[in-house]
């Protein structure tokens, strides 16, 4: 059973930053990468960020390049998400992923997390 702990949401203003967190356990992760994903109210859940499990390269959805930046520490299996000049529009529950090679638009995630909040206001 894998388990994903997530950490680090809350309200902040524009402009502001946060650190998530994931915390993964429960098996092995050879083979394995983490990212994010979130979902604002009324949308699809969408690509965040990801790494590639092969040659540790990241991914990330436009909206957010430049803004955000994920991190892993691979003693700790986990994953951060650090997020700079926020904006009201990246409101959303956020939430910690793991798939098979990597993490990226397009690509199958095999576990999530149970999501973390982040409110942004303007």
């Known amino acids: 059973q894998v388990q994903l702990v997530e950490s680090g949401g809350g309200l902040v203003q524009a402009g502001d930053s946060l650190r998530l967190s994931c915390a993964a356990s429960?098996?092995?992760?050879?083979?394995?990468?983490m990212g994010w994903f979130r979902q604002a109210p009324g949308k699809d859940r969408e690509f965040v960020a990801g790494?590639?499990?092969?040659?540790?390269?990241?991914t990330y959805a436009d909206s957010v390049k430049g803004r955000f930046t994920i991190s892993r520490d691979n003693a700790k299996n986990t994953v951060y998400l650090q997020m700079n000049s926020l904006k009201a529009e990246d409101t959303a529950v956020y939430y910690c992923?793991?798939?098979?090679?990597?993490?990226?638009?397009?690509?199958?995630?095999?576990?999530w997390g149970q999501g973390t909040q982040v409110t942004v206001s303007s």
């Open positions: 790494f590639n499990w092969s040659d540790s390269s990241t």
């Open positions: 992923a793991v798939g098979r090679w990597r993490v990226a638009p397009g690509n199958r995630v095999d576990y």
């Open positions: 429960g098996r092995t992760f050879s083979n394995y990468a």
